[in-house]
Protein backbone atom coordinates (compact mmCIF):
# COMPACT_ATOMS: atom_id res chain seq x y z
CA UNK A 1 0.00 0.00 0.00
CA UNK A 2 0.85 3.34 -0.92
CA UNK A 3 1.07 6.99 0.74
CA UNK A 4 -1.48 8.93 -2.04
CA UNK A 5 -1.38 12.14 -2.18
CA UNK A 6 -4.41 14.43 -3.77
CA UNK A 7 -4.16 18.02 -4.68
CA UNK A 8 -6.20 20.55 -6.40
CA UNK A 9 -9.51 19.27 -4.93
CA UNK A 10 -12.29 20.86 -2.52
CA UNK A 11 -12.46 18.50 0.23
CA UNK A 12 -15.19 18.45 2.68
CA UNK A 13 -12.96 17.74 5.73
CA UNK A 14 -13.65 16.75 9.71
CA UNK A 15 -16.86 16.28 11.15
CA UNK A 16 -18.34 19.25 10.27
CA UNK A 17 -17.86 18.72 6.62
CA UNK A 18 -16.46 22.01 6.14
CA UNK A 19 -15.78 22.63 2.40
CA UNK A 20 -12.29 24.19 1.47
CA UNK A 21 -9.39 24.09 -1.30
CA UNK A 22 -6.61 21.46 0.80
CA UNK A 23 -4.35 18.57 0.02
CA UNK A 24 -5.81 14.85 1.32
CA UNK A 25 -3.37 11.90 2.32
CA UNK A 26 -4.09 8.58 2.03
CA UNK A 27 -1.90 6.49 3.39
CA UNK A 28 -3.26 2.63 2.65
CA UNK A 29 -6.89 1.94 3.96
CA UNK A 30 -6.83 5.40 6.51
CA UNK A 31 -6.72 9.33 5.89
CA UNK A 32 -3.03 10.28 7.02
CA UNK A 33 -3.97 14.05 7.04
CA UNK A 34 -5.50 16.98 5.45
CA UNK A 35 -4.24 20.39 5.03
CA UNK A 36 -3.86 23.67 2.95
CA UNK A 37 -0.16 24.15 3.84
CA UNK A 38 2.76 22.73 1.82
CA UNK A 39 1.71 18.88 1.35
CA UNK A 40 3.85 15.63 2.67
CA UNK A 41 5.64 13.66 0.46
CA UNK A 42 3.94 10.91 -1.17
CA UNK A 43 4.04 7.76 -3.25
CA UNK A 44 1.67 9.51 -5.59
CA UNK A 45 0.25 12.48 -6.57
CA UNK A 46 -3.28 12.48 -7.90
CA UNK A 47 -4.02 16.18 -9.58
CA UNK A 48 -7.97 16.71 -9.23
CA UNK A 49 -8.57 20.28 -9.68
CA UNK A 50 -11.44 21.02 -9.88
CA UNK A 51 -12.95 18.30 -8.17
CA UNK A 52 -14.65 18.07 -4.65
CA UNK A 53 -13.72 15.08 -2.41
CA UNK A 54 -16.43 14.28 0.14
CA UNK A 55 -16.70 11.87 2.57
CA UNK A 56 -18.20 8.31 1.48
CA UNK A 57 -22.44 8.40 1.40
CA UNK A 58 -23.73 6.29 4.07
CA UNK A 59 -27.19 5.24 2.95
CA UNK A 60 -28.72 4.09 6.63
CA UNK A 61 -31.78 3.30 4.59
CA UNK A 62 -31.55 1.30 1.79
CA UNK A 63 -33.70 -1.69 0.50
CA UNK A 64 -30.97 -3.50 -1.02
CA UNK A 65 -32.00 -7.11 -1.04
CA UNK A 66 -35.47 -5.72 -2.98
CA UNK A 67 -34.72 -3.29 -5.14
CA UNK A 68 -31.96 -5.73 -6.12
CA UNK A 69 -35.41 -7.20 -7.96
CA UNK A 70 -36.39 -4.65 -9.54
CA UNK A 71 -35.01 -4.50 -12.73
CA UNK A 72 -36.61 -7.94 -12.74
CA UNK A 73 -40.32 -6.85 -13.13
CA UNK A 74 -42.34 -3.92 -14.55
CA UNK A 75 -41.95 -0.38 -14.52
CA UNK A 76 -45.21 0.70 -13.28
CA UNK A 77 -44.33 4.28 -12.96
CA UNK A 78 -45.68 5.44 -16.02
CA UNK A 79 -48.81 3.53 -15.94
CA UNK A 80 -51.39 6.24 -16.14
CA UNK A 81 -54.41 4.18 -15.15
CA UNK A 82 -56.28 0.74 -15.34
CA UNK A 83 -55.84 0.39 -18.82
CA UNK A 84 -52.20 0.94 -18.81
CA UNK A 85 -52.17 -1.47 -16.33
CA UNK A 86 -54.04 -4.59 -17.26
CA UNK A 87 -52.07 -4.03 -20.81
CA UNK A 88 -48.77 -4.82 -19.26
CA UNK A 89 -50.17 -7.58 -16.97
CA UNK A 90 -51.15 -9.37 -20.43
CA UNK A 91 -47.82 -8.45 -22.13
CA UNK A 92 -45.38 -10.03 -19.48
CA UNK A 93 -47.69 -13.20 -19.22
CA UNK A 94 -47.45 -13.33 -23.17
CA UNK A 95 -43.09 -12.89 -22.66
CA UNK A 96 -42.72 -14.56 -19.60
CA UNK A 97 -44.60 -18.33 -19.58
CA UNK A 98 -42.45 -19.57 -17.31
CA UNK A 99 -41.82 -16.72 -14.53
CA UNK A 100 -42.94 -17.18 -11.24
CA UNK A 101 -44.81 -14.28 -10.63
CA UNK A 102 -45.66 -11.53 -12.74
CA UNK A 103 -43.69 -8.73 -10.46
CA UNK A 104 -44.60 -4.56 -11.83
CA UNK A 105 -43.29 -2.21 -9.40
CA UNK A 106 -43.97 1.82 -8.34
CA UNK A 107 -47.40 2.22 -9.17
CA UNK A 108 -48.04 5.50 -8.51
CA UNK A 109 -51.93 4.88 -8.43
CA UNK A 110 -52.55 8.69 -6.79
CA UNK A 111 -52.24 9.71 -10.72
CA UNK A 112 -54.79 7.40 -11.91
CA UNK A 113 -57.97 8.88 -12.45
CA UNK A 114 -59.55 5.93 -11.42
CA UNK A 115 -58.39 6.13 -7.92
CA UNK A 116 -57.84 2.49 -7.41
CA UNK A 117 -55.64 -0.47 -8.06
CA UNK A 118 -56.97 -3.49 -10.53
CA UNK A 119 -58.78 -5.94 -8.83
CA UNK A 120 -58.17 -9.65 -8.29
CA UNK A 121 -60.60 -10.27 -10.64
CA UNK A 122 -59.57 -7.85 -13.21
CA UNK A 123 -55.80 -9.16 -12.96
CA UNK A 124 -56.84 -12.93 -13.40
CA UNK A 125 -58.76 -12.33 -16.80
CA UNK A 126 -55.38 -10.06 -18.10
CA UNK A 127 -53.02 -13.36 -16.93
CA UNK A 128 -55.76 -16.10 -16.27
CA UNK A 129 -54.10 -18.43 -13.65
CA UNK A 130 -50.49 -16.61 -12.94
CA UNK A 131 -49.07 -15.01 -9.83
CA UNK A 132 -49.48 -11.47 -10.43
CA UNK A 133 -48.59 -8.56 -7.79
CA UNK A 134 -48.20 -5.05 -8.52
CA UNK A 135 -46.62 -2.76 -5.62
CA UNK A 136 -47.17 1.18 -5.16
CA UNK A 137 -44.08 3.08 -5.08
CA UNK A 138 -44.24 3.19 -1.51
CA UNK A 139 -44.21 -0.93 -0.78
CA UNK A 140 -46.65 -0.35 1.43
CA UNK A 141 -49.92 -1.87 -0.51
CA UNK A 142 -50.49 -3.48 -3.91
CA UNK A 143 -52.99 -5.31 -5.63
CA UNK A 144 -52.48 -9.18 -6.02
CA UNK A 145 -53.83 -11.99 -8.44
CA UNK A 146 -55.85 -15.02 -6.76
CA UNK A 147 -53.48 -17.27 -7.88
CA UNK A 148 -50.46 -14.85 -5.72
CA UNK A 149 -53.16 -14.73 -2.87
CA UNK A 150 -52.98 -18.35 -2.46
CA UNK A 151 -49.35 -18.80 -3.26
CA UNK A 152 -48.89 -16.35 -0.18
CA UNK A 153 -51.14 -18.20 2.47
CA UNK A 154 -53.59 -15.56 3.06
CA UNK A 155 -56.39 -16.42 4.17
CA UNK A 156 -60.20 -16.24 2.47
CA UNK A 157 -61.90 -15.66 5.14
CA UNK A 158 -59.96 -15.73 7.89
CA UNK A 159 -60.46 -13.77 11.13
CA UNK A 160 -60.15 -10.20 11.46
CA UNK A 161 -57.38 -10.67 13.96
CA UNK A 162 -55.20 -11.84 11.55
CA UNK A 163 -54.53 -9.44 8.92
CA UNK A 164 -57.95 -7.20 9.86
CA UNK A 165 -58.13 -3.92 7.59
CA UNK A 166 -54.94 -5.21 5.91
CA UNK A 167 -56.49 -7.37 3.04
CA UNK A 168 -59.64 -5.28 1.08
CA UNK A 169 -62.92 -7.15 1.35
CA UNK A 170 -65.92 -6.71 -0.77
CA UNK A 171 -69.42 -6.77 0.71
CA UNK A 172 -69.74 -10.32 1.01
CA UNK A 173 -66.13 -10.80 2.58
CA UNK A 174 -64.29 -11.99 -0.29
CA UNK A 175 -61.00 -10.36 -1.07
CA UNK A 176 -60.84 -8.09 -3.35
CA UNK A 177 -57.56 -8.63 -4.09
CA UNK A 178 -55.76 -5.23 -2.26
CA UNK A 179 -53.77 -5.79 0.18
CA UNK A 180 -52.17 -3.27 2.61
CA UNK A 181 -49.31 -3.38 5.20
CA UNK A 182 -49.03 -6.95 6.80
CA UNK A 183 -50.81 -8.80 3.95
CA UNK A 184 -49.27 -6.69 1.51
CA UNK A 185 -45.82 -7.73 3.56
CA UNK A 186 -46.60 -11.45 3.05
CA UNK A 187 -47.03 -11.26 -0.85
CA UNK A 188 -44.29 -9.37 -1.49
CA UNK A 189 -41.61 -11.72 0.74
CA UNK A 190 -43.61 -14.59 -0.59
CA UNK A 191 -42.68 -13.37 -4.41
CA UNK A 192 -39.18 -12.43 -4.19
CA UNK A 193 -38.63 -15.81 -2.26
CA UNK A 194 -40.36 -17.53 -5.15
CA UNK A 195 -38.08 -15.28 -7.63
CA UNK A 196 -34.81 -16.11 -5.71
CA UNK A 197 -35.24 -19.78 -6.18
CA UNK A 198 -36.53 -19.72 -10.27
CA UNK A 199 -33.69 -17.33 -10.49
CA UNK A 200 -31.20 -20.04 -8.46
CA UNK A 201 -27.19 -19.76 -8.58
CA UNK A 202 -28.36 -16.17 -10.20
CA UNK A 203 -29.43 -14.47 -6.95
CA UNK A 204 -25.39 -13.59 -6.25
CA UNK A 205 -25.35 -11.84 -9.40
CA UNK A 206 -28.47 -9.56 -9.06
CA UNK A 207 -27.36 -8.77 -5.23
CA UNK A 208 -24.23 -8.16 -6.84
CA UNK A 209 -25.50 -5.64 -9.58
CA UNK A 210 -26.79 -3.57 -6.93
CA UNK A 211 -24.27 -3.56 -4.83
CA UNK A 212 -22.26 -1.92 -7.69
CA UNK A 213 -25.03 0.43 -8.73
CA UNK A 214 -24.69 1.47 -5.46
CA UNK A 215 -20.91 2.04 -5.35
CA UNK A 216 -21.27 3.94 -9.00
CA UNK A 217 -23.26 6.88 -7.57
CA UNK A 218 -20.35 7.38 -4.32
CA UNK A 219 -22.15 4.75 -1.69
CA UNK A 220 -19.78 3.44 0.40
CA UNK A 221 -22.15 1.56 2.85
CA UNK A 222 -25.45 0.54 2.65
CA UNK A 223 -27.65 -0.59 5.15
CA UNK A 224 -30.82 -2.30 4.25
CA UNK A 225 -33.42 -1.77 7.24
CA UNK A 226 -35.25 -5.25 6.51
CA UNK A 227 -33.73 -8.55 5.83
CA UNK A 228 -35.90 -11.57 6.43
CA UNK A 229 -34.06 -14.35 8.72
CA UNK A 230 -33.24 -16.57 6.32
CA UNK A 231 -31.57 -14.24 4.09
CA UNK A 232 -28.90 -13.16 6.24
CA UNK A 233 -26.83 -15.95 4.66
CA UNK A 234 -26.89 -14.31 1.39
CA UNK A 235 -26.07 -10.91 3.15
CA UNK A 236 -23.11 -12.09 4.65
CA UNK A 237 -22.14 -13.81 1.30
CA UNK A 238 -22.28 -10.49 -0.61
CA UNK A 239 -20.34 -8.66 2.48
CA UNK A 240 -17.09 -10.66 1.15
CA UNK A 241 -18.38 -9.98 -3.03
CA UNK A 242 -18.02 -6.41 -2.81
CA UNK A 243 -16.04 -3.71 -1.79
CA UNK A 244 -19.29 -2.08 -0.69
CA UNK A 245 -19.69 -1.50 3.38
CA UNK A 246 -23.25 -3.70 4.23
CA UNK A 247 -25.09 -3.81 7.32
CA UNK A 248 -28.67 -5.04 7.56
CA UNK A 249 -30.94 -5.18 10.28
CA UNK A 250 -33.87 -8.08 10.69
CA UNK A 251 -37.19 -8.79 11.09
CA UNK A 252 -40.25 -11.49 11.05
CA UNK A 253 -39.42 -14.14 8.47
CA UNK A 254 -43.06 -13.31 7.24
CA UNK A 255 -42.57 -10.25 5.63
CA UNK A 256 -41.39 -6.55 6.24
CA UNK A 257 -44.51 -4.80 7.72
CA UNK A 258 -45.48 -8.15 9.95
CA UNK A 259 -45.30 -7.41 13.99
CA UNK A 260 -41.92 -7.96 15.33
CA UNK A 261 -41.60 -11.10 16.86
CA UNK A 262 -38.99 -10.50 20.14
CA UNK A 263 -35.84 -10.57 20.58
CA UNK A 264 -35.53 -14.48 20.24
CA UNK A 265 -36.21 -14.69 16.90
CA UNK A 266 -33.28 -12.63 15.66
CA UNK A 267 -30.34 -14.41 14.28
CA UNK A 268 -27.09 -14.28 15.95
CA UNK A 269 -24.36 -11.73 14.36
CA UNK A 270 -23.07 -10.53 12.26
CA UNK A 271 -25.24 -8.09 11.04
CA UNK A 272 -22.22 -6.57 8.74
CA UNK A 273 -20.79 -3.23 9.47
CA UNK A 274 -23.33 -2.40 12.07
CA UNK A 275 -24.51 -4.25 15.36
CA UNK A 276 -27.77 -6.29 15.32
CA UNK A 277 -30.62 -4.08 14.81
CA UNK A 278 -34.55 -5.23 14.11
CA UNK A 279 -37.30 -3.18 12.08
CA UNK A 280 -40.73 -1.90 14.10
CA UNK A 281 -43.71 -0.46 12.35
CA UNK A 282 -45.54 2.24 14.48
CA UNK A 283 -47.78 3.11 11.35
CA UNK A 284 -47.98 2.60 7.36
CA UNK A 285 -47.53 4.19 4.26
CA UNK A 286 -50.83 5.04 2.78
CA UNK A 287 -52.02 4.62 6.10
CA UNK A 288 -49.79 6.32 8.15
CA UNK A 289 -51.07 7.97 11.86
CA UNK A 290 -51.08 11.87 11.58
CA UNK A 291 -52.20 14.00 14.11
CA UNK A 292 -53.73 17.60 12.70
CA UNK A 293 -55.60 20.74 13.99
CA UNK A 294 -59.49 20.12 13.56
CA UNK A 295 -59.57 22.55 10.51
CA UNK A 296 -57.74 20.56 8.71
CA UNK A 297 -60.64 17.66 8.17
CA UNK A 298 -62.59 20.28 5.58
CA UNK A 299 -59.05 21.20 4.04
CA UNK A 300 -57.81 17.82 3.31
CA UNK A 301 -61.63 17.12 1.80
CA UNK A 302 -61.39 20.23 -0.25
CA UNK A 303 -58.02 19.25 -1.74
CA UNK A 304 -59.39 15.41 -2.65
CA UNK A 305 -62.45 17.74 -4.45
CA UNK A 306 -60.05 19.29 -6.55
CA UNK A 307 -58.09 16.85 -7.43
CA UNK A 308 -60.81 14.54 -8.69
CA UNK A 309 -61.79 17.94 -10.59
CA UNK A 310 -58.51 18.12 -12.39
CA UNK A 311 -58.57 14.44 -13.30
CA UNK A 312 -62.21 14.58 -14.24
CA UNK A 313 -62.97 11.14 -12.38
CA UNK A 314 -63.84 10.29 -8.54
CA UNK A 315 -61.11 8.27 -7.69
CA UNK A 316 -58.55 10.85 -5.71
CA UNK A 317 -62.34 11.49 -3.61
CA UNK A 318 -63.23 8.01 -3.28
CA UNK A 319 -59.85 7.13 -1.97
CA UNK A 320 -59.88 10.15 1.18
CA UNK A 321 -63.14 9.26 1.68
CA UNK A 322 -62.14 5.51 2.12
CA UNK A 323 -59.62 6.93 5.26
CA UNK A 324 -60.43 6.59 8.47
CA UNK A 325 -60.35 9.90 10.49
CA UNK A 326 -60.98 10.48 13.92
CA UNK A 327 -62.92 14.03 14.41
CA UNK A 328 -62.37 15.64 18.00
CA UNK A 329 -62.86 19.19 19.24
CA UNK A 330 -59.17 20.19 19.01
CA UNK A 331 -57.54 17.69 16.40
CA UNK A 332 -58.00 15.22 13.77
CA UNK A 333 -55.81 11.96 13.77
CA UNK A 334 -55.65 8.54 11.44
CA UNK A 335 -56.21 6.11 13.38
CA UNK A 336 -53.27 3.90 12.02
CA UNK A 337 -50.83 3.27 14.72
CA UNK A 338 -49.90 -0.62 14.29
CA UNK A 339 -48.98 -1.28 18.38
CA UNK A 340 -50.92 -0.26 21.28
CA UNK A 341 -48.52 2.03 24.01
CA UNK A 342 -48.21 -1.48 25.95
CA UNK A 343 -47.96 -3.88 22.77
CA UNK A 344 -44.72 -0.84 21.62
CA UNK A 345 -43.26 -0.50 25.15
CA UNK A 346 -43.10 -4.18 25.50
CA UNK A 347 -41.38 -4.69 22.20
CA UNK A 348 -39.15 -1.82 23.19
CA UNK A 349 -37.86 -2.94 26.60
CA UNK A 350 -36.99 -6.34 25.01
CA UNK A 351 -34.88 -5.42 22.02
CA UNK A 352 -33.23 -3.44 24.26
CA UNK A 353 -32.48 -5.70 27.06
CA UNK A 354 -30.81 -7.77 24.62
CA UNK A 355 -28.85 -4.94 22.66
CA UNK A 356 -30.29 -5.07 19.73
CA UNK A 357 -31.00 -1.71 18.31
CA UNK A 358 -34.13 -0.39 17.30
CA UNK A 359 -35.23 1.23 13.55
CA UNK A 360 -38.57 2.15 14.24
CA UNK A 361 -40.78 3.28 10.81
CA UNK A 362 -42.74 6.36 11.54
CA UNK A 363 -44.20 8.11 8.79
CA UNK A 364 -46.51 10.49 10.50
CA UNK A 365 -46.35 12.85 13.87
CA UNK A 366 -48.63 11.03 15.64
CA UNK A 367 -47.08 7.44 15.30
CA UNK A 368 -43.56 9.77 15.51
CA UNK A 369 -44.64 11.05 19.04
CA UNK A 370 -45.50 7.50 20.31
CA UNK A 371 -42.49 6.33 19.24
CA UNK A 372 -40.35 9.07 20.98
CA UNK A 373 -42.39 8.49 24.18
CA UNK A 374 -42.21 5.34 24.53
CA UNK A 375 -38.27 5.22 24.13
CA UNK A 376 -37.61 7.63 26.54
CA UNK A 377 -40.25 6.76 28.75
CA UNK A 378 -39.00 2.51 28.14
CA UNK A 379 -35.34 4.19 28.89
CA UNK A 380 -33.79 2.72 25.45
CA UNK A 381 -30.08 4.47 25.51
CA UNK A 382 -29.42 6.79 22.50
CA UNK A 383 -27.74 4.50 20.01
CA UNK A 384 -30.35 1.74 20.33
CA UNK A 385 -32.76 3.64 18.02
CA UNK A 386 -33.37 5.70 14.98
CA UNK A 387 -36.69 6.57 14.37
CA UNK A 388 -37.47 6.38 10.10
CA UNK A 389 -38.87 9.73 7.74
CA UNK A 390 -41.07 11.42 10.35
CA UNK A 391 -42.63 13.02 6.82
CA UNK A 392 -45.32 14.85 8.50
CA UNK A 393 -43.93 16.56 11.80
CA UNK A 394 -45.02 19.39 14.51
CA UNK A 395 -42.73 21.24 16.49
CA UNK A 396 -44.20 19.45 19.82
CA UNK A 397 -43.37 15.64 18.23
CA UNK A 398 -39.89 17.18 17.41
CA UNK A 399 -39.14 18.18 20.74
CA UNK A 400 -40.22 15.14 21.99
CA UNK A 401 -37.80 13.46 19.48
CA UNK A 402 -34.92 15.26 20.88
CA UNK A 403 -35.68 14.30 24.45
CA UNK A 404 -35.29 10.71 23.23
CA UNK A 405 -31.72 10.89 21.54
CA UNK A 406 -32.90 8.75 18.68
CA UNK A 407 -31.09 9.93 15.61
CA UNK A 408 -34.15 10.29 12.99
CA UNK A 409 -33.32 9.22 9.29
CA UNK A 410 -35.00 11.30 6.75
CA UNK A 411 -35.40 11.17 2.90
CA UNK A 412 -35.60 14.40 1.34
CA UNK A 413 -35.85 12.64 -2.28
CA UNK A 414 -39.71 12.29 -1.54
CA UNK A 415 -39.83 15.57 -2.13
CA UNK A 416 -39.52 15.68 -5.72
CA UNK A 417 -41.08 11.92 -5.82
CA UNK A 418 -43.83 12.71 -3.82
CA UNK A 419 -44.51 16.44 -3.37
CA UNK A 420 -47.18 17.42 -5.56
CA UNK A 421 -48.86 14.70 -4.85
CA UNK A 422 -48.50 15.56 -1.23
CA UNK A 423 -49.41 19.21 -1.55
CA UNK A 424 -52.17 18.64 -3.77
CA UNK A 425 -53.80 16.46 -0.78
CA UNK A 426 -53.11 20.13 1.41
CA UNK A 427 -50.77 18.18 3.85
CA UNK A 428 -48.31 21.31 4.11
CA UNK A 429 -50.78 23.14 5.52
CA UNK A 430 -51.22 21.63 8.08
CA UNK A 431 -47.82 20.15 9.00
CA UNK A 432 -44.21 20.02 8.61
CA UNK A 433 -43.32 18.31 5.94
CA UNK A 434 -39.73 16.29 5.85
CA UNK A 435 -38.70 19.05 8.68
CA UNK A 436 -34.99 19.13 8.54
CA UNK A 437 -33.75 22.74 9.39
CA UNK A 438 -36.36 21.85 12.16
CA UNK A 439 -35.39 18.53 13.11
CA UNK A 440 -31.51 20.01 13.33
CA UNK A 441 -33.24 23.20 15.61
CA UNK A 442 -33.99 21.21 18.65
CA UNK A 443 -31.03 18.83 18.83
CA UNK A 444 -31.64 15.72 16.98
CA UNK A 445 -29.02 13.95 15.05
CA UNK A 446 -30.14 14.04 11.27
CA UNK A 447 -29.29 11.30 9.17
CA UNK A 448 -30.20 11.83 4.74
CA UNK A 449 -31.31 7.96 3.50
CA UNK A 450 -33.00 7.31 0.03
CA UNK A 451 -35.49 4.23 1.27
CA UNK A 452 -34.78 3.16 -2.31
CA UNK A 453 -36.64 1.93 -4.27
CA UNK A 454 -39.46 4.05 -2.60
CA UNK A 455 -36.98 6.89 -2.90
CA UNK A 456 -34.33 7.91 -5.27
CA UNK A 457 -31.15 6.41 -4.67
CA UNK A 458 -28.52 9.04 -6.09
CA UNK A 459 -26.92 11.02 -2.65
CA UNK A 460 -26.28 13.44 -5.12
CA UNK A 461 -29.77 14.35 -5.68
CA UNK A 462 -31.03 13.36 -2.25
CA UNK A 463 -28.81 16.27 -0.85
CA UNK A 464 -29.70 19.01 -3.70
CA UNK A 465 -33.50 18.14 -2.71
CA UNK A 466 -32.64 18.47 1.40
CA UNK A 467 -31.29 22.33 -0.21
CA UNK A 468 -33.44 23.60 -2.80
CA UNK A 469 -36.55 21.03 -1.93
CA UNK A 470 -37.98 21.86 -5.17
CA UNK A 471 -40.96 20.44 -6.44
CA UNK A 472 -41.95 18.67 -9.61
CA UNK A 473 -43.69 21.88 -10.26
CA UNK A 474 -40.47 24.03 -9.50
CA UNK A 475 -41.82 25.46 -6.65
CA UNK A 476 -40.26 25.14 -3.07
CA UNK A 477 -41.75 23.10 -0.43
CA UNK A 478 -41.93 25.01 2.63
CA UNK A 479 -38.44 26.30 2.18
CA UNK A 480 -37.86 27.72 5.54
CA UNK A 481 -36.79 23.36 6.32
CA UNK A 482 -34.04 23.63 3.67
CA UNK A 483 -30.64 22.55 5.08
CA UNK A 484 -27.26 24.19 4.49
CA UNK A 485 -25.08 22.39 2.34
CA UNK A 486 -22.48 21.59 4.67
CA UNK A 487 -25.84 20.40 6.59
CA UNK A 488 -26.95 17.88 4.14
CA UNK A 489 -23.71 16.41 3.24
CA UNK A 490 -22.92 16.27 7.23
CA UNK A 491 -26.13 14.12 7.37
CA UNK A 492 -25.78 12.00 4.30
CA UNK A 493 -22.16 11.29 5.48
CA UNK A 494 -20.70 11.11 9.11
CA UNK A 495 -24.12 11.43 11.06
CA UNK A 496 -25.58 8.57 9.16
CA UNK A 497 -22.64 6.30 10.19
CA UNK A 498 -22.51 7.31 13.84
CA UNK A 499 -25.93 6.51 14.02
CA UNK A 500 -25.14 2.87 13.19
CA UNK A 501 -22.22 2.87 15.32
CA UNK A 502 -20.18 2.19 11.85
CA UNK A 503 -16.75 3.41 10.49
CA UNK A 504 -16.70 6.81 8.69
CA UNK A 505 -18.18 8.55 11.98
CA UNK A 506 -15.52 11.13 11.86
CA UNK A 507 -15.60 12.39 8.39
CA UNK A 508 -12.29 13.17 6.14
CA UNK A 509 -9.85 13.46 9.29
CA UNK A 510 -6.34 11.30 10.15
CA UNK A 511 -7.18 7.84 11.35
CA UNK A 512 -10.22 7.75 10.10
CA UNK A 513 -11.36 5.02 6.78
CA UNK A 514 -10.36 6.30 3.40
CA UNK A 515 -14.06 5.93 2.49
CA UNK A 516 -14.20 8.81 -0.47
CA UNK A 517 -16.33 10.05 -3.19
CA UNK A 518 -14.85 12.57 -5.78
CA UNK A 519 -16.95 14.19 -7.93
CA UNK A 520 -16.00 16.17 -10.96
CA UNK A 521 -17.75 19.48 -9.57
CA UNK A 522 -19.53 21.27 -7.09
CA UNK A 523 -21.74 18.27 -5.52
CA UNK A 524 -24.80 20.73 -5.69
CA UNK A 525 -24.60 21.57 -9.18
CA UNK A 526 -27.21 19.59 -11.46
CA UNK A 527 -24.43 18.56 -14.03
CA UNK A 528 -21.81 17.07 -11.63
CA UNK A 529 -21.53 13.39 -11.05
CA UNK A 530 -19.11 11.02 -9.40
CA UNK A 531 -16.55 9.75 -10.82
CA UNK A 532 -14.31 7.81 -8.38
CA UNK A 533 -15.58 5.90 -5.18
CA UNK A 534 -12.77 4.62 -2.91
CA UNK A 535 -13.77 2.21 0.23
CA UNK A 536 -10.84 2.11 2.78
CA UNK A 537 -8.36 2.96 0.25
CA UNK A 538 -9.00 1.24 -2.66
CA UNK A 539 -10.77 2.59 -6.33
CA UNK A 540 -13.71 0.10 -5.69
CA UNK A 541 -15.43 2.45 -8.96
CA UNK A 542 -14.10 4.42 -11.35
CA UNK A 543 -16.27 5.73 -14.28
Known sequence: MSRRLITGATVWAGPACTPAQAWLLVDGGRIAGTGTAGPPPADEVLDL??????????????????????????????????????????????????????LFWDAARWRWPEGRLPTAAE??????????????????????????????????RGPAREFGDDITRDRRGRPTGELWEAAFGVALQRALTDAQDHTGGGTSAVLAAEARRCLSLGITHA??????????????????????????????????????????????????EAGREVKLFADGGDR?????????????????????????RPGPLREALRRKLAIGPRHVHTPYLRYT?????????????????????ALGNLAGEQAARLLRQVGVPPQLATIDHLLLLDPATAGRVAASGAAVSYQPGFIPRYGDMLTGMRVDRYATMLGGRLLLQVGVPLVISSDHPSGPLDPLANLRAAVDRRLPSDRELQPEQALSR??????????????????????????????????????????????????????????
Open 486 to 543: QQAVRAATVTAAASLGAPGAGGIQPGEPADLVICNGDPFAPATRVTQTWVAGTVAWSG
Open 341 to 361: DPELARLMADYAGAGIRMRIH
Open 123 to 156: LDQAAPGRRVLISTADMHRGAVSPAGFAAAGLPV
Open 49 to 102: AGCHVLPGFVDAHLHLTQAAWYPHGGDAWRWRGLADALDAVRAVAAAEPSAPWL
Open 223 to 272: HDPYVPPSWHGQMGSLRLATALRLSWATGPAAGMHTPAPGPAAAPGGPYG
Open 288 to 312: CAIQLPSRAALGLLRGAVQQSVRLR
